[in-house]
């Protein structure tokens, strides 16, 4: 049984249909790559898989447990999944530390020192331990961006969600936040990630997913689908990408 | 000119005055000190009441909403009266038995608190969503999310307009003294009718204003303090 | 001998001419408008001037007060308006808003540095109202330990600050009706003020109040207030030693007071 199913989803937000009738699986330690153009459902599906927003029709399981039911626990599923956004998302008011911890120790329940020597391990291994005290706003974006990441996995979440968090990056602080993620996928983490970056994808993942309009158009390993892809649609999509310097 | 000067500037009426109005004067630093975290408090706790979501706090919503209405709404004089006289007419235990000064607490609290409850609310609600969004998918509650990630940032934010109408506060302590309380602008007028010099009012004056330039320059400095951490959402 | 009557009509016409213009020009009164006697009321006060006030102006006034104002009036053959003026500043020094008020206002030395007073027309002491709550007083002993009230600037207060003494603070209120609210509502015990207008509150609301517990004695009078200097104060005061002579004061005081004053035990 697959880690997490998406049954034959559709969501809308008023008139606009942002997801149509989608279906997919992603196994235990598996990493999927959600690309397609902007407004094609990616982040929008990656919210539905914790909550953040509602299903209209169709059904999700996680971890064995339907979590569209309206009978699940929401906390404790987000305990469970970690998310990181395109826009980091910090809380300015506390030191990067802080950040990392509050989740640890008021959802989890952790001491205070447990999750503070748990912080700066994650800290530590992103080569940021240095900056533990600091603020976010004096960290660089790239810098932020990892903390962010690290704070999502202070709560050993057993899935990880990533909605396209180098998109909002200079170009040259994707690097860093990249080469965590590949460690992340080396480590065995399952996760789904929607991305601009097309070499990135190709490197890391086990499946690409496109979007197109709310629907997954095409779903193949990295290899064929951005060496032969079959629909017409994700050839243009490709083909425009290539021609943008992105491939 | 000499005249203005003599009526109300008199170094005489000035020193004579003085200790008077002082006294008057502690009542009202009194009143602000006990009014002010009254209201800080409540008014905090009538802005969460406001935002609760979900069908279910419809009512606790519209009560607040009402609060906020009618104390925004009613010139504090008004209040003072009501408060003032109203609750001794009522003849109730407890009641109608404290004493001026407490009804001046009370009156100033519920008036202000309606306006901070504002203040709050629009600090509340300038928290950019997506930090309470990235609270909750980290597994914490709503609760938590909002004691430890909203209203902390809504509360700096917000630093300027509170401070701001405590300012209004300190001085609107003035007010009760139509319900009988013997603060400072009354003993000024007291001397005032007594030697018919102005002076006194003026000795009163020097009083508000040596208590709001503190708090002037201590908000200036809160805000320098917060434009930086605010950045951080702009990188 | 016609030349002669001819010559005394002349000098008769011209000399009554003479009588009458010299008749009214000593016997125009300086008022702030000709013909007009701008004549200032307070709150209202039960049996002295009672109406209804709207903005600055007086609707219907009755009362002892206003009858007097309008006999002093016709008698300088002006016509009365009636306007409000507040009790707050009414013996500050500087011009006035009106060209006499009457606000049952005791003359007192201090008082005539800033204003004029006119000629006393009633006299009166200073009265005890108490709550429907408290205790009896018997004596000037006993208003000591009680909580006692007075409106800012009158010379009940100045009698409890300067004579009393009391144990606690007097409560002070900026008008006569809060001063007479906290009474009703109990939040003082006694009302130290004029007796006749504490006596007249008290007949017209019986069942908002305790007992007028009784008189101090302090041999007051009321006199009409005007500005400094004013040179309506002379004819004001003829017009009143007029009044007393012909005892049309005396009869307005029976009309409007059906109240034994000295019927009130004296606090001692």
Redesign the interface.
């Known amino acids: 049984m697959s880690f997490v199913e998406v049954n034959d989803v559709s969501k809308q937000f008023d008139a606009n249909v942002v997801l149509r009738h989608v279906d997919l699986a992603v196994d235990e330690h598996e990493v999927v790559c959600l690309i397609g153009a902007s407004g094609s459902g990616k982040s929008t599906l990656l919210r539905c898989l914790n909550l953040l927003e509602q299903v209209d029709e169709g059904s999700i399981v996680v971890d064995g447990q339907t979590i569209t039911n309206g009978a699940v626990d929401v906390n404790a599923l987000r305990r469970k999944i970690g998310i990181v956004f395109q826009a980091y998302n910090l809380f300015p008011h506390m030191t990067v530390i802080q950040n990392v911890t509050l989740a640890p120790r008021k959802a989890r329940g952790a001491s205070a020192s447990a999750a503070r020597e748990r912080a700066l391990e994650l800290l530590n291994r992103i080569g940021l331990a240095e900056k533990a005290d600091e603020f976010p706003d004096r960290l660089s974006g790239g810098q932020q961006q990892r903390v962010a990441i690290v704070r999502a996995l202070a709560m050993e979440p057993k899935l990880m969600l990533l909605d396209e968090i180098t998109s909002a990056l200079d170009p040259q602080l994707v690097a860093e936040v990249l080469q965590l993620v590949r460690e992340l996928a080396n480590s065995g983490m399952t996760m789904i990630i929607a991305t601009h970056e097309m070499s990135f994808a190709r490197e890391v993942a086990n499946k690409v997913c496109f979007l197109d309009a709310g629907v997954i158009l095409e779903e193949a390993p990295p290899e064929q689908i951005f060496a032969d892809p079959r629909e017409q649609r994700t050839r243009e999509f490709l083909s425009r990408i290539i021609e943008a310097g992105r491939l | 000119m000499h005249e203005v000067l003599r009526a109300f500037f008199s170094p005489r009426d000035f020193r004579v005055a003085l200790p008077d109005v002082w006294a008057g004067f502690q009542l009202n630093l009194k009143l602000m000190v006990v009014s002010e975290a009254l209201v800080l408090v409540l008014a905090l706790t009538i802005a969460i009441v406001r935002g609760l979501p979900g069908r279910g706090a419809k009512p606790l919503r519209a009560l607040a909403i009402v609060y906020t209405d009618i104390f925004r709404g009613t010139p504090l004089i008004l209040v003072a009266f009501l408060v003032g ?2 609750f ?2 009522l ?1 109730m235990e407890f009641i ?1 038995t404290r004493s ?1 000064f407490t009804y001046g607490v009370i009156a100033l609290t519920a008036v202000y608190t309606a306006y901070v409850t504002e203040v709050y609310r629009a600090g509340i609600e300038s928290v950019h969503p ?2 309470r ?9 709503y609760w ?1 999310s909002m004691r ?2 909203v209203i ?2 809504a509360v ?1 934010r917000v630093i300027p307009p509170l401070l701001n109408d405590f300012v209004g506060l300190q001085k609107d302590t003035a007010l009760v ?2 319900i ?1 309380v ?1 603060e400072a602008a ?1 003993q000024a ?2 001397y005032s ?2 030697y ?1 010099n102005f002076t006194s009012y003026v000795v009163a004056a020097v009083f508000f204003i040596l208590l709001t330039i503190p708090l002037a320059r201590f908000t200036d400095h809160l805000i320098a303090l917060r434009e ?6 702009a ?1 | 001998m016609k030349r002669l009557i001819a010559l005394a009509a002349v000098a008769a016409t011209t000399l009554a001419f003479a009588a009458v213009s010299a008749a009214r020009t000593t016997a125009a009164p300086p008022t702030m408008h000709a013909g007009q006697l701008v004549v200032a009321f307070g709150d209202p006060a039960v049996n002295f001037a009672d109406g209804t006030i709207r903005g600055s102006t007086y609707l219907n006034p009755k009362g002892f007060e206003v009858d007097l104002a309008s006999a002093i009036a016709k008698g300088l053959g002006l016509k009365p308006v009636w306007v409000y003026t507040p009790w707050t500043g009414l013996f500050a020094p500087g011009d006035k808003r009106f060209d006499i008020s009457f606000q049952e206002a005791t003359i007192t030395a201090q008082r005539s540095k800033t204003v004029d007073f006119s000629s006393p027309y009633f006299d009166a002491n200073q009265g005890v109202l108490l709550s429907k709550t408290a205790k009896t007083p018997h004596s000037i002993a006993d208003l000591k330990s009680m909580q006692t009230c007075a409106q800012s600037d009158t010379t009940g207060l100045d009698w409890i600050q300067q004579k009393l003494h009391p144990s606690k603070q007097p409560l002070i209120y900026q008008t006569t009706s809060a001063a007479f609210v906290a009474v009703q509502v109990g939040r003082c015990d006694a009302l130290i003020l004029d007796t006749p207008i504490v006596a007249s509150e008290k007949k017209a609301r019986p069942n908002a109040y305790g007992a007028v517990a009784g008189q101090i004695v302090t041999h007051e009078q009321y006199g009409a207030v005007l500005p400094k200097g004013s040179k309506l104060t002379p004819y004001v005061d003829a017009q009143i030693k007029k009044l007393w002579a012909n005892g049309t004061i005396a009869k307005l005081q029976k009309k409007w007071f059906r109240i034994d004053f000295s019927k009130l035990p004296d606090l001692k």
């Open positions: 006289f109203g001794p007419g003849r109608s001026n997506s930090q969004m990235a609270a909750r998918s980290l597994g914490l509650s938590q430890y990630v902390p940032q700096r003294t139509v009988g013997a009354q007028q007291d009718q007594t018919f930086r951490r605010e950045r951080a959402q990188t």
